[in-house]
């Protein structure tokens, strides 16, 4: 089964397009809003070295802005 994880925060429209993508493909994932959970922040950086969002995991593959057709290929 695929694991796919969303880092967003409360105002990104990219993140809300992004949740709005994956909601409309019924591709379950789980969200971890950075505004609500700042002791992500860090893991994001350390992991990725980048700091915007939104950043998404699926399978263990990082995937960094709104980027549909890489969520996809990455699910495969």
Known sequence: MN???????T???YCMMLKKF???QD??????NLDKNPS???KLVNTTG???VPQT???GRWIIGYDPTRILEALK
Do not use: D, R, S
């Open 22 to 24: 994956l909601k409309e």
């Open 11 to 13: 105002h990104c429209p």
């Open 27 to 32: 591709i379950p994932f789980t969200e971890v």
């Open 3 to 9: 694991k796919v994880t969303v880092y967003t925060t």
């Open 57 to 59: 995991e699926v399978n």
């Open 50 to 52: 980048q700091l915007g």
């Open 40 to 42: 992500m922040i860090a």
